[in-house]
């Protein structure tokens, strides 16, 4: 569910996820007792000065309670801006006003579920921001946890968190944080120093004439996060999150904050024909201080040359140690023309759907054809087989894929890239020890290599060794912070492992950051089923299926849910319609989750064994919860044995 939907006109009872802003007038009561008709004049000016900025920021005024305003907004961010920005205005304003009675407030704001009344909200959400509106000072703003946890990168203020409350009529308790306003004369904590050897290669601006010539940019980009992830003893964060800046602008400062780096690394890049010109500089993301810039002129032919040096002089800047890497355990071509259809293949692959996979499988082959030992060319080949094994057949296309891994180790035995598209193979066709020898290779041979540290994690929880499981998926999402995949499988982690809390709450973040990723609609829906709120679980999904009818996540998502609740025509219509599904790794999935739900062990036996044969299994299927019923078949342990996870 989206912190950011519009606000519409909801039906009555029709539960949602709101931002809550409690409003209260500091002294009002006295002054009402002691000089009612002035009491009356403050607060129609307190009124008149107030609603301005309820509709500047998106908010909906539901109602006033004497001196006190109740609003919600969709998004805690807009809650938050709102509240700082009331709460400069009325300071200025009572420095200089010649009003006799000044204008003082209070502000509480809780993110939460509510319930629409008429044209009221009701729930624990509203009853919390009322609890928490005392806690703050006069010209003060107090907010909960779960605004913390979405604002805490994003205002200009600082926040202190406050000593425990108990809230009156609250049953659980509730972490508080006061927002530090900028007349505060006490001394409040500086903000950490953000570590400089923590670096993001941000998205190089192409000013190519011909704009067709982007994908060079973003190859270049991917292609320095790959040089400088081997400087030993940086963390760099992976391409996902660092392609989430491209043509945003945002200051540097900013980006530091919410990727948690001390340095970054950008420029541009110019194309025309066979030249062409690379600008790159390094910043200090905690002063925005240049640390070192150059500009490059060459031919197409020395762009690995440009790269060599962009990472010796970021090594050089940040006094750290480049690895002596050899030419071909980088693993990259002297073929230009090849090295270009490469770029193009690898910027299709990032797509991810079904039809880039199958037209970056053809541009790595045309490059391989410029270029037969082109190891990185042979990695990626083998990562889009095993993407288009989804679609289509599962175990053939996994064999194609492995061909090529098995050319890159032979090319270049030294090869990180290689050997994680060896693992990558292992794991989908449940060679689980030869998986997790490929991958600690991989890690040895570059630390910042995330899509190791998945499927490390992959691995653990698969045989329930849920800490280091969740130890890697955190490592990786620490890489890959803006990641939905990353996220998404670390809250999946989360949740089988009992901390459904923990995966909602990390879910709800990305959904912040990615509203209407239907990936994460997915991974909240299965929360909700964990924790039967199965209300709460068909708004998501039909919100989620509205956007996109045929997703097949949400499409299995809302059979499943029909059958928990009990609605066994409407589960099995979606079993119907999902029969016809492409691809048999789709259908089989969809029988064996839905028959489980259902209650149909049989049924979902016999999809399960189907899926031990294309090895198209779900890798935690030993010990998520919502699957105990099928674990009390006998029949389950003869499929554990088939894969190889039985005891």
Not at 385 to 390: F, L, P, Y
Not at 496 to 520: C, E, F, K, M, Q
Request: charged share 25%.
């Amino acid at each position: 569910m989206t912190l950011f939907l519009a606000v519409q006109d909801l039906s009555q009872g029709e539960r949602r996820l709101a931002a809550v802003m409690f409003t209260d007038m500091v002294g009002y009561t006295a002054l009402t007792q002691s000089n009612e008709s002035q009491a009356l004049q403050v607060l129609d000016r307190h009124n008149r000065l107030l609603r301005p900025f309820f509709h500047k920021f998106h908010g909906r005024e539901v109602k006033t309670i004497g001196d006190s305003f109740l609003v919600e907004f969709d998004s805690a961010l807009d809650a938050t801006d709102c509240a700082i920005e009331i709460q400069r205005y009325l300071h200025d304003y009572n420095l200089s006003s010649r009003d006799e009675w000044r204008i003082t407030l209070r502000i509480g704001i809780h993110l939460g579920d509510v319930v629409r009344s008429g044209d009221d909200i009701l729930g624990d959400a509203v009853n919390i921001a009322s609890r928490i509106q005392p806690l703050a000072d006069p010209e003060g703003i107090c907010v909960s946890d779960q605004v913390w946890g979405q604002v805490r990168n994003k205002i200009s203020q600082g926040l202190v968190k406050l000593a425990p409350q108990d809230l009156k009529n609250i049953s659980f308790p509730v972490d508080v944080y006061r927002v530090v306003m900028p007349w505060e004369k006490q001394d409040t904590e500086s903000p950490a120093q953000l570590d400089s050897k923590r670096i993001a290669v941000l998205p190089f601006v192409s000013l190519s004439p011909d704009p067709n010539d982007e994908y060079f940019a973003d190859g270049l980009t991917e292609e320095l996060i790959t040089r400088v992830s081997l400087v030993k003893g940086l963390e760099v964060i992976a391409r996902t999150s660092a392609m989430n800046y491209k043509k945003k602008e945002k200051n540097v400062s900013q980006i530091g904050k919410e990727l948690k780096v001390g340095t970054v690394l950008e420029g541009s890049v110019r194309k025309a024909g066979n030249r062409i010109r690379v600008s790159a500089q390094l910043i200090d993301a905690n002063t925005e201080g240049h640390m070192w810039a150059e500009n490059y002129d060459r031919n197409l032919d020395d762009v690995f040359e440009v790269q060599s040096s962009v990472a010796e002089n970021v090594a050089g800047a940040l006094k750290v140690k480049l690895l002596q890497v050899k030419g071909d355990d980088f693993a990259s071509t002297a073929n230009p023309e090849a090295y270009t259809l490469y770029l193009k293949a690898m910027q299709l692959y990032h797509e991810g759907t079904e039809s880039d996979y199958r037209d970056a499988i053809a541009w790595f082959e045309k490059a391989l054809a410029k270029d037969p030992n082109f190891v990185r060319a042979y990695a990626g080949l083998a990562h889009a087989w095993r993407g288009v094994a989804s679609f289509e057949d599962y175990v053939g296309s996994n064999m194609k894929g492995e061909a090529a891994a098995r050319r890159a180790l032979e090319l270049a035995p030294g090869s990180a890239e290689a050997h994680a598209a060896m693992a990558s193979i292992d794991m989908a066709l449940d060679r689980f020890e030869e998986g997790r020898q490929e991958m600690e290779k991989a890690v040895q041979l570059n630390p910042n290599l995330f899509q190791a540290y998945l499927h490390l994690g992959e691995i653990h929880c698969t045989f329930g060794r849920f800490d280091e499981g969740i130890a890697n998926y955190q490592k990786a999402f620490n890489l890959d912070p803006l990641s939905v995949h990353a996220g998404y499988f670390l809250a999946h982690a989360l949740r089988v492992a009992g901390r459904v809390d923990d995966a909602l709450d990390l879910l709800r973040r990305l959904d912040a950051l990615h509203p209407r990723n239907l990936t994460i609609y997915d991974g909240i829906a299965t929360c909700y089923f964990q924790t039967r709120e199965f209300d709460k679980c068909a708004e998501l999904i039909e919100a989620g299926l509205r956007a996109d009818p045929d997703n097949p996540l949400l499409r299995v998502d809302r059979g499943c849910m029909y059958a928990f609740m009990g609605k066994r025509k409407e589960a099995e219509d979606d079993l119907l319609e999902l029969s016809h599904a492409k691809g048999d790794a789709t259908r089989d999935n969809a029988q064996f989750f839905i028959r489980v739900a259902l209650g149909d062990i049989d049924e979902a036996i016999e999809a399960l064994m189907r899926q031990a044969g294309t090895h198209a299994w779900y890798f935690m299927i030993k010990y998520d919860p919502l699957l105990e019923a099928l674990r009390k078949d006998p029949r389950f342990e003869i499929f554990c044995k088939k894969v190889g996870i039985a005891d």
